[in-house]
């Protein structure tokens, strides 16, 4: 039973437009949300996080949006440029997890010059 | 400051086998969690030491263990190799338990093939 879902596999965007990469979750007892980046041959990079208290958390190009009423979160990269090409992992903690990160399968990103 | 170092960075054994993979936690960190990454997939929770004792296990059975010693680095040991045992095995440091909050510090992995 996956508790985080990243149902897009992979995700193309055009350098300098808006990549938006989308994440599901079932538990609504999660606490918090990170996001992080993969690039091949190399560990996860933890990119932002946000409460559950919360609906939006911005980091200079990053956001993540969260909406609990559809247990949807969302991370917006703008521009988007050819260094972001990686793997982005959603994952969520919380109680019931004793607070480990529950993570999604990953969504390719890969931006066209 | 360092980050994660794991070592070694590939490794093939042979099923019923045993390995251990190592761990240097990142300088300050004092809390070390361990992942399983199926090709295709997202890491998996193993477990976490928390000051050299267990502080959280995931769906894992027995034969995988682990220590964390007094200068916070760690060790994986997995016995009896199965194939399905096959993945890239990710190190991760925090201090405390911010890393669920503001995010652990990952070394590069442990890629182990079984055959």
């Known amino acids: 039973d996956q508790q985080v879902k990243q149902n897009s596999p992979s995700l193309s965007v055009q350098e300098g437009r808006i990549s938006i990469l989308n994440c599901d979750y079932t538990n609504s007892m999660f606490d918090y949300f990170l996001w992080y980046k993969k690039y091949p041959a190399e560990g996860p990079t933890f990119l932002i996080s946000i409460s559950s208290i919360k609906d939006k958390n911005e980091d200079g190009r990053f956001t993540v949006f969260l909406n609990k009423s559809a247990k949807h979160l969302s991370l917006h990269i703008v521009p988007s440029q050819p260094g972001d090409s990686a793997v982005y992992f959603c994952?969520?903690?919380?109680?019931?997890?004793?607070?480990?990160?529950?993570w999604g399968a990953g969504t390719k990103l890969i931006i066209k010059p | 400051e360092t980050g994660v170092t794991q070592s070694p960075t590939h490794l093939i054994k042979t099923r019923g086998q045993q390995v251990t993979l190592r761990c240097s936690s990142q300088s300050g960190h004092n809390t070390v969690s361990w992942y399983q990454q199926a090709l295709g997939q997202g890491p998996q929770f193993i477990f976490q030491?928390?000051?050299?004792?267990?502080?959280g296990r995931g769906n894992f059975p027995p034969r995988f263990s682990g220590l964390q010693f007094p200068n916070y680095s760690s060790e994986l040991n997995v016995n009896a190799l199965e194939l399905d045992d096959s993945a890239l095995y990710l190190c991760?440091?925090?201090?405390?338990?911010?890393?669920?909050?503001?995010?652990?510090?990952f070394g590069s992995g442990t890629r182990l093939t079984v055959v």
């Open positions: 991760a440091s925090s201090l405390g338990g911010q890393g669920a909050v503001y995010g652990y510090t």
């Open positions: 994952a969520a903690s919380g109680f019931d997890s004793n607070y480990q990160l529950i």
């Open positions: 030491y928390y000051r050299e004792e267990e502080n």
